[in-house]
T-cell receptor
Framework: KQEVTQIPAALSVPEGENLVLNCSFT??????LQWFRQDPGKGLTSLLL?????REQTSGRLNASLDKSSGRSTLYIAASQPGDSATYLC??????????FGKGTRLHILP | KAGVTQTPRYLIKTRGQQVTLSCSPI?????VSWYQQTPGQGLQFLFE???????NKGNFPGRFSGRQFSNSRSEMNVSTLELGDSALYLC????????????FGPGTRLTVT
């Protein structure tokens, strides 16, 4: 049974710093891994999607990597801004067609 | 291109009642998935519909059901509501299989009193 873990559960970082969010999963037989952000009380916004054959994806200040063999993904945020404050969720698309989410990392960027 | 829409956005029901939530996917998307999000359990997969057929189901009791129409719009129904059903219900659409990118709606906040 696939389990997705995100550590830490919460993180506070001064504005301007680079940071890394972590996501680990137990079963490497995945289709893809997707990173989302969620603002309080809102739906999820897709940030990056990495297919199982890819190693990384980049969008602006965001870079996501995927290492299937070790069951890990990281989301790197460069030059953090207060507007980056949100909860970041990773979701793994499994070969049984189920998508399993981690519980998220609540990120707070300090002005 | 319009995003995923969900109605209603907020709902208050009492225990024992039933509720129907609606989701309209992005035009051209044929897969619709439903999720329940609570502070304690996080995001949990309810079910996925593709071409009017339930293709996958999570571990929820039979009180939770859904359907998809020929225009890909989907509804989910919860019967005999319990206090623990209070949650944010999110739907997501994707082009085809779940290995495609998921796009989420804003959610329906259900409160059961």
């Amino acid at each position: 049974k696939q389990e997705v873990t995100q550590i830490p559960a919460a993180l506070s970082v001064p504005e301007g710093e680079n940071l890394v969010l972590n996501c680990s999963f137990t079963d490497s037989a995945i289709y893809n891994l997707q990173w989302f952000r969620q603002d309080p009380g809102k739906g999820l916004t897709s940030l990056l999607l990495i297919q199982s054959s890819q190693r990384e994806q980049t969008s602006g200040r965001l870079n996501a990597s995927l290492d299937k063999s070790s069951g890990r993904s990281t989301l790197y945020i460069a030059a953090s801004q207060p507007g980056d404050s949100a909860t970041y969720l990773c979701a793994v698309g499994n070969r049984d067609d189920k998508i399993i989410f981690g519980k998220g990392t609540r990120l707070h960027i300090l002005p | 291109k319009a995003g995923v829409t969900q109605t209603p956005r907020y709902l208050i029901k009492t225990r024992g009642q039933q509720v129907t939530l609606s989701c309209s996917p992005i035009s051209g998307h044929r897969s619709v998935s439903w999720y329940q999000q609570t502070p304690g359990q996080g995001l949990q997969f309810l079910f996925e519909y593709f071409s009017e057929t339930q293709r996958n189901k999570g571990n929820f009791p039979g009180r939770f059901s859904g359907r998809q129409f020929s225009n890909s719009r989907s509804e989910m129904n919860v019967s005999t509501l319990e206090l623990g059903d209070s949650a944010l219900y999110l739907c997501a659409s994707s082009l085809d299989r779940t290995d495609f990118e998921q796009y989420f709606g804003p959610g329906t906040r259900l409160t059961v009193t």
